[in-house]
Every structure is written in C-alpha cells, then in structure tokens.
Nanobody, 131 residues
C-alpha cells in the first residue's frame, strides 16, 4: 500500500513532449508533491513542486516548458514536459512527504532542506531526448 508509482517516461526527439504521472498512497499529501531529475553525471535537482497553498515552483531551466498539476481525487501529480531538449535527459523522480517517523532512506534526491521535507521517492522513470 505504501508506494509511489511513476509512469510516462520514454524516448523522444528534441522539441517533443511527454507527460509523467505519479500516483501515491493517500497517506501522502498530494498537495506537497514534487518532481526531481538526475541528469547523467549530475546531482539530483528539484525541477517542479507544489505546496498546500496551491503555489508552484519551477527550476529556472524548465520554467515555461514544464507544468506540474494535481488531481486531488486520484492523488496523482503530473509533470507535462514540452519543448524537450537533449539536456532534459535524466531519470525523473516523484517525491513526497511521509508524515510519520521513518527510517531515513538513501536516495540521490535526499537532502536536509528538501522541498516540503520530502523523504520518499518513486523508483524513477527515464526520459531520453535525442538531438
């Protein structure tokens, strides 16, 4: 039951689009979800996030091209990726906050100041963009 299921990754050419989905168990708060990515040879970085007030955050590199949305009824967050570039090639992770005491997990996206105190991530979905 305690799981985060990601889907939607794939291979596209530059300029193409993909839509990633992340469905979480209802113990997680969908309004605090976020999307991360780890590009080859680089550290994990937050690319988009939600907060309970309904505000959105986007990394400068993706602002205007990526859109994060929430389907509250299905406890699912989406990341619409448009006008993709080869530099967007990465493993994309959905992140969430588990609200009860939890043994810290080793994950490339984990950090002390994580968005909305995220401490749980999906398995990752690969996005590959060719020139």
């Amino acid at each position: 039951q305690l799981q985060i299921v990601e889907s939607g990754g794939g291979s596209v050419q530059a300029g193409g689009s993909l839509k990633l989905s992340c469905t979480v168990h209802r113990v997680f708060d969908g309004s605090k979800m976020g999307w991360y990515r780890q590009r080859p040879g680089n550290e994990c970085e937050l690319v988009a996030g939600l907060n309970p007030a309904g505000d959105t955050y986007y990394d400068t590199a993706v602002k205007g091209r990526f859109t994060i949305t929430l389907d509250s009824a299905e406890n699912t967050v989406f990341l619409q990726l448009s006008n993709l570039e080869p530099d967007d090639t990465a493993v994309y992770y959905c992140g969430a906050r588990y609200p009860y005491p939890l043994v810290p997990r080793s994950h490339p996206c984990a950090r002390d100041d994580a968005w909305q105190s995220h401490n749980f991530w999906g398995q990752g979905t690969q996005v590959t963009v060719s020139a």
